[in-house]
């Protein structure tokens, strides 16, 4: 029997809602107690095609070993992975607090805020890509916002968990045809650079081009491609230019506007190419 969760018919669905702030595209979360550790986390069911596929699933278990050896302060710990009755789940670290895209709804973060928020992010990026992990998904959704500072969330899932029928799928980058699914329009679409919308293979830069959004959007309010339709957003990602930061704040630092010009630019080639790079460059 599992460790996890207040009842015993059914250890993995407490007697209570799931966490609203928790729920993203790859499954809901629930808060729940390890009886083991003595010790509140939080579980995520993963959707059920994964069990479909040997295949997937063999391929998700090899990458969530990999993130569980991430030990960084602002990437939400992963303890255990398992399956009961049918359902895969993730055990992670129950972290109280809201998400980024909660935040976001009230407005702007205060300038030291989002800067400092932003150090971390590149900061917990860093440690990931050193280990070969990419995000592929990073937007406010993934992020929480805690006591300690924020908490990123989901790492590598997006590639592990696309619901592709092709047995081979979750080896490759997005496809076109992944953006009509309702939590890609509305939730991620915003912050993926123009090689995932051309389904081209994503890597350590695609995560940088998605942080110069999230950037953008702490500082100004806004989002930094926007659209009346998809058509319109893939558009504004692939050919257009956001407004400069300092137009829309003008208490910015002055290098604001080239750190995070160079983070979105449409050609990966011309990003800065590490984390490691960006983050010397918000902290001077």
Same mark, same amino acid.
């Given at each position: 029997?599992s460790?996890?969760?207040?009842?015993? *018919?059914?250890?993995?669905? !407490?007697a209570?809602?799931?966490?609203?702030?928790?729920? *993203?595209?790859?499954?809901?979360?629930?808060?729940? *107690?390890?009886?083991?550790?003595?010790?509140? %986390?939080?579980?995520?069911?993963?959707p059920?095609?994964?069990a479909?596929?040997?295949?997937?699933?063999?391929?998700?278990e090899?990458?969530?070993k990999?993130?569980s050896?991430?030990n960084?302060?602002h990437?939400?710990?992963?303890?255990?992975?398992?399956?009961?009755?049918?359902?895969?789940?993730? %055990?992670?670290e =129950?972290i109280e607090g809201?998400?980024l895209?909660?935040?976001?709804k009230r407005?702007?973060?205060?300038?030291d805020?989002?800067?400092? =928020?932003g +150090?971390?992010? $590149? /900061?917990?990026?860093?440690?990931?890509h050193? $280990?070969? +992990?990419v995000?592929?998904?990073?937007?406010?959704?993934n992020?929480m916002?805690?006591?300690?500072?924020?908490?990123?969330l989901?790492f #590598?899932?997006a590639?592990?968990?696309?619901d592709?029928?092709d047995?081979? $799928?979750?080896?490759? !980058?997005t496809k076109q045809?992944d953006?009509?699914k309702?939590h890609a329009?509305?939730?991620?679409?915003? =912050?993926?650079?123009?090689?995932?919308?051309e389904g081209?293979?994503? /890597? @350590?830069r695609t995560?940088i081009?998605?942080? #110069?959004?999230?950037? =953008?959007?702490?500082v100004?309010?806004?989002?930094?491609?926007? #659209?009346?339709?998809?058509?319109?957003?893939i558009?504004?990602?692939?050919s257009?230019?956001?407004?400069?930061? @300092?137009?829309l704040? @003008?208490? @910015?630092?002055?290098g604001?506007?080239?750190i995070?010009?160079r983070c979105l630019e449409k050609?990966? /080639?011309? *990003?800065?190419?590490?984390?490691k790079?960006?983050?010397?460059?918000? %902290? %001077?």
């Amino acid at each position: 029997m599992s460790p996890y969760g207040p009842h015993r *018919r059914h250890p993995l669905r !407490p007697a209570r809602n799931p966490l609203a702030n928790w729920q *993203r595209g790859h499954g809901e979360v629930y808060k729940a *107690r390890d009886t083991r550790l003595d010790r509140t %986390v939080a579980i995520k069911i993963l959707p059920e095609h994964l069990a479909e596929s040997p295949e997937r699933k063999q391929r998700f278990e090899r990458e969530a070993k990999a993130i569980s050896q991430l030990n960084h302060p602002h990437i939400c710990t992963l303890y255990d992975i398992g399956e009961q009755d049918g359902i895969d789940y993730l %055990v992670m670290e =129950y972290i109280e607090g809201e998400t980024l895209a909660e935040r976001l709804k009230r407005g702007p973060l205060p300038l030291d805020e989002a800067l400092e =928020y932003g +150090i971390q992010i $590149a /900061d917990g990026l860093e440690a990931a890509h050193r $280990a070969g +992990i990419v995000h592929r998904d990073l937007n406010p959704g993934n992020a929480m916002l805690a006591k300690s500072g924020i908490k990123l969330l989901d790492f #590598g899932l997006a590639k592990v968990l696309t619901d592709e029928t092709d047995p081979g $799928a979750s080896d490759a !980058p997005t496809k076109q045809r992944d953006l009509t699914k309702e939590h890609a329009i509305l939730g991620t679409l915003q =912050y993926m650079a123009p090689e995932q919308l051309e389904g081209k293979a994503a /890597d @350590s830069r695609t995560d940088i081009f998605a942080f #110069g959004a999230l950037l =953008y959007e702490m500082v100004t309010g806004e989002r930094a491609f926007d #659209g009346e339709s998809q058509a319109s957003l893939i558009s504004a990602i692939m050919s257009s230019e956001p407004r400069l930061i @300092s137009e829309l704040q @003008s208490m @910015s630092p002055p290098g604001l506007d080239r750190i995070a010009r160079r983070c979105l630019e449409k050609d990966p /080639d011309e *990003r800065w190419q590490t984390a490691k790079d960006l983050t010397a460059e918000l %902290v %001077v």
